[in-house]
């Protein structure tokens, strides 16, 4: 069940303890300094709700991503190698991203 942030309102789900908007911590946890610094973030879809992608950068494979802060649109395949491996390939867009200022105005 997602949980509401009493700073900017904003719905956050479960697994998280600081809100994914304003980067305040969930009432009643106790969260570490790792997670209130998001180094890259990556999403599945191709937008993000926390921020504006202001460029593209275009296609990412492995490990090397320039002139970028966020990854959009990743996607997981995987195929079996001989009977007991399995290789995991993933790829997506590169973009910069801004993350979106609360509305306050409310």
Do not use: Q
Not at 26 to 40: H, I, Y
Not at 60 to 67: P, Q, S
Not at 74 to 99: E, W
Not at 101 to 106: E, L
Request: glycine share 10%; with cysteine; proline share 8%.
């Amino acid at each position: 069940m997602p949980w509401n942030c009493p700073a900017c309102g904003g719905t956050t789900e479960l697994g998280y303890n600081v809100c994914r908007k304003c980067g305040v911590a969930r009432p009643g946890s106790v969260p570490d300094e790792t997670n209130f610094r998001m180094e890259m973030p990556m999403t599945t879809t191709p937008t993000f709700e926390t921020h504006t992608i202001e460029a593209y950068r275009g296609p990412v494979f492995g490990e090397t991503i320039y002139g970028a802060n966020a990854v959009i649109g990743i996607r997981f395949d995987y195929s079996t190698v001989g009977r007991s491996m399995l290789m995991i390939c993933s790829s997506g867009t590169a973009v910069i991203a801004n993350p979106r200022t609360p509305d306050t105005s409310r």
